[in-house]
């Protein structure tokens, strides 16, 4: 018969319901000991409370509160259902049983904690988690069905229920010091981490849930991840990773070094468009070069000369861009910048990376109104690294002119180039960044670093690209910048002038420009099913106009006569800047204006009054090279670029004077003036 000694109920028979710490026949305890043949079923472990089960001990459908602590030693047994709740606890010794015949063992809810020790032996669907922690150490394989929690196998063998799938959201998982987790798919809300000595095996992660694998634990098997999945991985995990789908950006690499990861299904139709991998500890900016020791390994040299390798099966080629996230790390994407097609002279097409000297392509002579075989004679490419810092025009992005946005077919797929390369038109060349619409024609801010390639014929030729009538390579000087390829190199060349040596004539002119703009717009937005002038910037006629001095302080206007404004003047400033909104033509009226000068206000006359005395300031109107002011054009007018100097001259000893500025223009202006502002026009 069960009894109470010293405080502690010892149970050998049945004992149900109560709470403990409470009393027994009127005996009270703190504490409970379940004896070989005893079984403690029902009620509850309240704060305070402790219930030892031992050796042929039985513990039934218990309730573990907060600060209820419960401790099954060898040969004991749990079964039936035993809650444990916020702040309980529950510890198994090698040894115990849990979940004998089947049943649901334990159900773990948020604040509680179940730790599963060395030896503790359980069946399936065993163990529910709603919330709570389960430690595992060194356990046999365990099986878990859950409902948000977190599992911690230290050196334990995990597999999710018997279809292998985490079927709640919300589960973490950790797998550390030996403990291998395996044959388990994570569904959308699920998060797995292995971290030292942890292992990973025939995972599968849906979109929507997180695999996290440090360095020092491994990947022995293969991971597969899904479209949307999201997942960290050492670069010396080893294993296999296989990137489902060809926009797959799941792949985060920490480290550097040569990786022993295997990764696969790297593809994508262009960048945006692809498979992407984020290289944790690799800067873009760091990054001097890339290249393919074989087909399968590509290498990033840094610019100190270290180095490291993925292994992507097929990797070489794929193409590539180099992209760049919120954090500076290096994003490399697949790209086929490089696979522009060039029509040849047997009719057929060719990339143009692939061209070489004495390759002969099919120029179009638009004074004849004919094609005619053109011999190359120089093949070459550039290395671009963006600047982020400047203007989507002069940054170095690539323009991506999409597939039918000049016409039906025109090009026949997305056609990159540089924003200065010209696509031809009615007897003349155009630069395309004249007709970036934002729409059908735009800045492709997904790249930020590419090698791009020209090819010179023996006379400047119109070639056709990707359907688009574009121009052959022109040589004005800027050769040297490019790296010839091909196994035969040619020295020198004649420099020539668009002036007198273009296949047609290079025009800028806004009279031209303005209708092909309209019209490859206009087409953009029907096929969109967008009206006209959707897409157009919000503009502002306010310069927010102000003075700002030398040490920081900022001045606004006092009075405003007619084209004048008024400041008032502290005695001891001698030097003030002229600050105000600043937009570019190109950007508030249109890329067809080629004008990308970044105007703020355009000042004349300037009067400074002080006491009786009145001085004229001329230093914007005489110094060429003065800060933040652009070009002298006018004797009596100059334009800032919104942040210019304008120096004083010697103030007097303790007096206050008025600075009037005669503004003749200003506007209109990006609503957004900041440094995102010239970039309204880009996707």
């Given at each position: 018969?069960?009894?109470?000694?010293?405080?502690?109920?010892?149970?050998?028979?049945?004992?149900?319901?109560?709470?403990?710490?409470?009393?027994?026949?009127?005996?009270?305890f703190?504490?409970?000991?379940?004896?070989?043949?005893?079984?403690?079923?029902?009620?509850?472990?309240?704060?305070?409370?402790?219930?030892?089960?031992?050796?042929?001990?039985?513990?039934?459908?218990?309730?573990?509160?907060n600060?209820?602590?419960v401790?099954?030693?060898?040969?004991?047994?749990?079964?039936g259902?035993?809650?444990?709740?916020?702040?309980?606890?529950?510890?198994?010794?090698?040894?115990?049983?849990?979940?004998?015949?089947?049943?649901?063992?334990?159900?773990?809810?948020?604040?509680?904690?179940?730790?599963?020790?060395?030896?503790?032996?359980q069946?399936?669907?065993?163990?529910t988690?709603?919330?709570?922690?389960?430690?595992?150490?060194?356990?046999?394989?365990?099986?878990?069905t859950?409902?948000?929690?977190?599992?911690v196998?230290?050196?334990?063998q995990?597999?999710?229920?018997?279809?292998?799938?985490?079927?709640?959201?919300?589960?973490?998982?950790?797998?550390?010091?030996?403990?291998?987790?395996?044959?388990?798919?994570?569904?959308?809300?699920?998060t797995?981490?292995?971290?030292?000595?942890?292992?990973?095996?025939?995972?599968?992660?849906?979109?929507?849930?997180?695999?996290?694998?440090?360095?020092?634990?491994?990947?022995?098997?293969?991971?597969?991840?899904?479209?949307?999945?999201?997942?960290?991985?050492?670069v010396?995990?080893?294993?296999?990773?296989?990137?489902?789908?060809?926009?797959?950006?799941?792949?985060?690499?920490?480290?550097?070094?040569?990786s022993t990861?295997?990764?696969?299904?790297?593809?994508?139709?262009?960048?945006?468009?692809?498979?992407?991998?984020?290289?944790?500890?690799?800067?873009?900016?760091?990054?001097?070069?890339?290249?393919?020791?074989?087909?399968?390994?590509?290498?990033?040299?840094?610019?100190?000369?270290?180095?490291?390798?993925?292994?992507?099966?097929?990797?070489?080629?794929?193409?590539?861009?180099?992209?760049?996230?919120?954090?500076?790390?290096?994003?490399?994407?697949?790209?086929?910048?490089?696979?522009?097609?060039?029509?040849?002279?047997?009719?057929?097409?060719?990339?143009?990376?692939e061209?070489?000297i004495?390759d002969?392509?099919?120029?179009?002579?638009w004074?004849?109104g004919?094609?005619?075989?053109?011999p190359?004679?120089?093949?070459?490419?550039?290395?671009?690294?963006?600047?982020?810092?400047?203007?989507?025009?002069?940054a170095?992005?690539?323009?991506?002119?999409?597939?039918?946005?000049?016409a039906?077919?025109v090009?026949?797929?997305?056609?990159l180039?540089?924003s200065?390369?010209?696509?031809?038109?009615?007897?003349?060349?155009?630069p395309?960044?004249?007709l970036?619409?934002g729409?059908?024609i735009?800045?492709?801010?997904?790249?930020?670093?590419?090698?791009?390639?020209?090819?010179?014929?023996?006379?400047?030729?119109v070639?056709?690209?990707?359907?688009?009538?574009?121009?052959?390579?022109?040589?004005?000087?800027?050769?040297?910048?490019?790296?010839?390829?091909?196994?035969v190199?040619?020295?020198?060349?004649?420099?020539?002038?668009?002036?007198?040596?273009?296949?047609?004539?290079?025009?800028?002119?806004?009279?031209?420009?303005?209708?092909?703009?309209?019209?490859?717009?206009?087409?953009?937005?029907?096929?969109?099913?967008?009206?006209?002038?959707?897409n157009?910037?919000?503009l502002?006629?306010?310069?927010?106009?102000?003075?700002?001095?030398e040490?920081?302080?900022?001045?606004?206007?006092?009075?405003?006569?007619d084209?004048?404004?008024?400041?008032?003047?502290?005695?001891?400033?001698?030097?003030?800047?002229?600050?105000?909104?600043?937009?570019?033509?190109?950007?508030?009226?249109?890329?067809?204006?080629?004008?990308?000068r970044?105007?703020?206000?355009?000042?004349g006359?300037?009067?400074?009054?002080?006491?009786?005395h009145?001085?004229?300031?001329?230093?914007?109107?005489?110094?060429?090279a003065?800060?933040?002011?652009?070009?002298?054009e006018?004797?009596d007018?100059?334009?800032?670029t919104?942040?210019?100097?304008?120096?004083?001259?010697?103030?007097?000893?303790?007096?206050?004077?008025?600075?009037?500025i005669?503004?003749?223009?200003?506007?209109?202006?990006l609503?957004?003036?900041?440094?995102?502002?010239?970039?309204?026009?880009?996707?």
């Open positions: 018969m069960s009894y109470v000694s010293n405080g502690i109920l010892y149970v050998n028979d049945f004992v149900a319901g109560g709470s403990r710490p409470g009393t027994f026949y009127g005996s009270p703190s504490s409970a000991i379940v004896l070989s043949g005893g079984t403690l079923g029902g009620g509850a472990v309240n704060s305070g409370g402790t219930v030892t089960v031992l050796n042929g001990g039985i513990l039934s459908g218990a309730t573990i509160n600060s209820g602590q401790y099954v030693s060898s040969g004991g047994t749990v079964s259902t035993t809650s444990v709740t916020s702040g309980g606890t529950l510890v198994f010794s090698s040894g115990v049983s849990l979940g004998y015949g089947g049943s649901t063992g334990v159900a773990v809810f948020s604040g509680g904690n179940v730790v599963l020790n060395s030896g503790t032996s069946y399936y669907y065993t163990t988690l709603s919330g709570g922690t389960l430690t595992a150490y060194r356990s046999p394989s365990l099986t878990y859950s409902a948000g929690g977190t599992v196998l230290d050196g334990a995990g597999a999710y229920s018997m279809s292998t799938t985490l079927v709640a959201a919300n589960i973490n998982v950790v797998a550390k010091n030996g403990a291998t987790l395996s044959n388990t798919t994570l569904l959308s809300g699920n797995l981490t292995a971290i030292s000595g942890g292992t990973v095996q025939n995972i599968s992660v849906s979109s929507g849930a997180t695999l996290n694998v440090s360095s020092g634990a491994f990947i022995t098997s293969q991971v597969t991840l899904g479209n949307g999945a999201s997942a960290s991985v050492s010396i995990a080893g294993g296999s990773i296989v990137l489902n789908g060809s926009n797959n950006a799941a792949l985060t690499l920490t480290g550097t070094g040569s990861v295997a990764i696969s299904g790297f593809n994508g139709t262009a960048p945006g468009n692809s498979d992407q991998i984020t290289l944790a500890d690799v800067p873009t900016a760091n990054v001097a070069s890339v290249s393919y020791p074989d087909g399968n390994h590509v290498t990033f040299t840094m610019k100190d000369g270290s180095a490291t390798t993925l292994n992507i099966l097929n990797v070489s080629s794929s193409g590539y861009t180099l992209g760049t996230d919120s954090t500076g790390d290096l994003v490399y994407m697949v790209c086929y910048l490089a696979g522009t097609m060039i029509r040849m002279a047997d009719g057929g097409e060719c990339a143009v990376e061209i070489g004495g002969s392509v099919l120029t179009y002579d004074r004849e004919r094609d005619r075989v053109r190359v004679i120089w093949a070459g490419h550039q290395h671009v690294a963006v600047r982020p810092d400047l203007p989507d025009d002069q170095g992005y690539p323009v991506r002119v999409a597939a039918n946005a000049i039906d077919g090009p026949c797929k997305d056609l180039i540089t200065e390369h010209s696509l031809f038109f009615g007897g003349k060349f155009i395309v960044r004249m970036v619409n729409r059908s735009f800045y492709d801010r997904s790249i930020t670093c590419y090698d791009y390639y020209h090819i010179e014929t023996d006379r400047h030729s070639i056709m690209a990707d359907g688009v009538l574009s121009e052959s390579y022109l040589d004005t000087g800027n050769r040297r910048g490019f790296t010839q390829h091909g196994s190199l040619t020295l020198g060349g004649r420099v020539g002038t668009w002036q007198e040596d273009a296949a047609a004539p290079l025009t800028v002119d806004r009279a031209f420009a303005e209708p092909l703009f309209r019209q490859i717009d206009a087409r953009a937005a029907l096929l969109a099913g967008q009206a006209d002038g959707e157009a910037p919000t502002t006629m306010d310069m927010d106009l102000r003075l700002v001095t040490d920081g302080a900022t001045i606004r206007p006092a009075r405003r006569t084209s004048t404004v008024i400041f008032m003047l502290p005695s001891d400033v001698e030097t003030v800047r002229v600050v105000s909104r600043a937009s570019r033509l190109c950007d508030t009226i249109g890329p067809f204006v080629d004008d990308r970044l105007l703020g206000v355009a000042v006359e300037v009067r400074i009054f002080e006491g009786n009145v001085a004229v300031i001329r230093a914007h109107l005489t110094e060429p003065l800060d933040g002011w652009n070009v002298l006018w004797e007018t100059r334009w800032t919104g942040d210019a100097r304008l120096p004083l001259g010697k103030r007097s000893p303790n007096s206050v004077a008025l600075l009037a005669q503004i003749r223009a200003g506007g209109p202006y609503v957004d003036s900041g440094p995102d502002a010239v970039r309204v026009r880009t996707a």
